[in-house]
């Protein structure tokens, strides 16, 4: 095993090197790495009093807390499979990754138990043990998470000498896509990728020991945990944990704690800029400000960089993390671009022949390396579908330029064709999005008995603006092939998304 991939020997070795180092900081109360160790001690040992062992999965439904980091190391070194589970998710939505992954134990928080009690948890099988972090209703069924853990405060694993896992290929997480098409699927996530992207991310975010990066994105996701936290980590730096997303807050701490790096999602910074000017704090400390989890705008940039948030951008997915990457001056010198790949990963753009698109030409995103899932969990179908010849297909469409940048089309999935045409929807989004009437909009392709398949426009009109299907459709005049006009309109007041902004274009129709 090589011990230096493991992210529970990061903590311990900080703890070794730096053991007063503040690594997290949490509702005014600063954990030290020599804490943090501590806490992962006492969680595995916990784990394993439990009956708790390498390979089983342990289900957390927590929000951002040092709780769900205390799990998330304590599996790493006992070699367990941690599963984070979305806690914005209904009841049924949780019924199918518990029947899914199959937990040995769900830990779960308190403000969580109107949505678990709907489920008949003894009824599963395998039997699953349930513990909850939180003042709840204790029983004989079910764990206090906080007063178990405690009872080993101060004593280790019994482990052998080397940490868990054996293996750097083994799974380390199951994370659950956004699931904006179809069911959720779980992708396997060895210990070597986490590693691989914390080294990517380490050249993307410049980061170093005495940076801290402020984290309100949930940690059940990739940006939270990957991209994040476990960078963090391994650089040996400090976080300032958010449970949830305050605008005002983040002002504030930035200031308070001066924080060095930051990541968002457009939908974050659009909020950020809407706080009043006069309630902004000192954000100078900032060294690095990155957005993605969807397309940024080029006014949303600019917008940013006068407020002082001027960042660089990034790419990816749940099944590889990080993918490209553009800095603060590539969408000004390329408008559009989503950047270029990362250090550690082979990606580029095939066409439909399988062969390596030239510059200009559409084709799809793949990634082969060390940041590719292994596969996805009890999926063999959908894993041979997305990891062919050795390339994890990202569904991504896009076209390269003689520089080396990529820039996105749409996705495969989203495509239609209209007359025997090809139509891509992010290209009729943009075009109808340079209309200031218009605040948002999806494209999604619809059954047409004439054409085969014709575009549905689902629109979000500005503040204060009216406008009808003529309207709408008129903005394509002269910008747009008619084959790529939408033929239907509907209008709409918000749009469904996944935690990370993403419309979930199957839930319009």
Known sequence: MIRSMNIAWWVQRWAELTPDKPAIIFENQTISYQALCRRADRTSCWLQSIGIEKGDRVAVMLSNCPDFLDLFF????????????????????????????????????????????????????????????????????????????????????FLTRS??????????????????????????????KTFFNCLNADIFFKLHFSDIMLIFLPLFHSGGLFI??????????????????????????????????????????????????KKR??????????????????????????????????????ETSILLWASEDDPLKKPGTVGRPVFHAEVCILDDQGKIAKPGEIGEIVVRGSIMMKEYWQDPVKTQET????????????????????YLVGRAGDMYISGGENVYPAEVEKTLKLNPRIEDVAIVGMPDEKW?????????????????????????????AKY???????????????????VKKGDLV
């Open 387 to 406: 990891i062919k010849n050795g390339y994890l297909h990202t569904g991504d469409l896009a076209r390269m330029d003689e520089d080396g940048f990529f």
């Open 163 to 192: 940490l868990g896992p054996s293996d750097p290929e083994e799974p380390q997480v199951i994370m659950y896509t956004s699931g904006t098409t179809g069911k959720p699927k779980g992708a396997v996530l060895s210990h070597r």
């Open 281 to 318: 704090t000192d954000i100078s400390s900032l060294r690095v400000c990155a957005g993605g989890g969807e397309k940024l705008t080029e006014d949303l940039i600019k917008d940013c960089a006068k407020a002082g948030l001027g960042f660089r951008q990034i790419m990816g997915q749940t």
């Open 228 to 277: 994040q936290a476990a960078p963090i980590f391994y650089k040996g730096a400090t976080m300032v944990l958010h449970r949830k997303f305050d605008p005002a807050m983040i002002y504030q701490d930035i200031e308070k704690y001066r924080v060095t790096k930051f990541l968002g999602v457009p939908t974050v910074y659009r909020e950020l800029l809407k706080v009043d000017k």
């Open 452 to 480: 085969g398949e014709t575009g549905h426009a689902f629109v979000i009109v500005s503040p204060g603006e009216t406008l009808t299907q003529k309207d709408v459709i008129a903005m394509c005049h002269g910008r747009l």
């Open 74 to 157: 304590a599996c790493s070194r006992l070699g367990a499979i941690f599963v984070p589970i979305n806690f914005r998710i209904t009841s049924n939505e949780l019924d199918y990754f518990i029947n899914n992954c199959r937990p040995r134990l769900f830990v779960h928080g308190d403000e969580f138990v109107t949505t678990v009690n709907a489920l008949a948890l003894e009824s599963y099988l395998p039997p699953m043990m349930v513990a909850v972090v939180g003042k709840a209703q204790f029983n004989g069924r079910v764990f206090d998470f906080v007063k178990g853990t405690k009872k080993f405060d101060g004593k280790r694993a």
């Open 484 to 502: 790529k006009w939408p033929k239907k309109v509907s209008f709409k007041t918000k749009f469904p998304r996944t935690s990370l902004g993403k």
